[in-house]
Nanobody, 119 residues
Framework: QVQLVESGGGLVQAGGSLRLSCTAS????????MGWYRQAPGETRELVAD???????NYADSVKGRFTISRDNAKNTVYLQMNSLKPEDTAVYYC?????????????WGQGTQVTVSS
């Protein structure tokens, strides 16, 4: 059984930084695209950033220049370094990964981690 476990959320003042981590565990053959989404109260879930490899990275316009996504393939881990945080970045952040196992391939999601930015 595959699990995505996130860590690194919390409360920070505007202008501060946080680093999110997400590790995939289980019987994994391969991990494809990995990314971070977020959902604020009353809003739909939106893509923050995703990465296939260092040449294939996407960012939402709202986070470009402030957030950096990276991954460690040996650890099946994706990171999101968030700098210059703003109150509008407050949301639950979800890790996502496309994973191939011996049974299926498909989308997997983490449980979510709360990020709160105070003004």
């Amino acid at each position: 059984q595959v699990q995505l476990v996130e860590s690194g959320g919390g409360l920070v003042q505007a202008g501060g930084s946080l680093r999110l981590s997400c590790t995939a565990s289980g019987t994994i053959f391969s991990v494809g695209r990995m990314g971070w989404y977020r959902q604020a109260p009353g809003e739909t879930r939106e893509l923050v950033a995703d990465i296939i490899n260092y040449a294939n990275v996407n960012y939402a316009d709202s986070v470009k220049g402030r957030f950096t996504i990276s991954r460690d393939n040996a650890k099946n881990t994706v990171y999101l370094q968030m700098n210059s945080l703003k109150p509008e970045d407050t949301a639950v952040y979800y890790c996502h990964a496309m994973i191939w196992t011996n049974i299926r391939s498909g989308d997997y999601w983490g449980q979510g981690t709360q990020v709160t930015v105070s003004s």
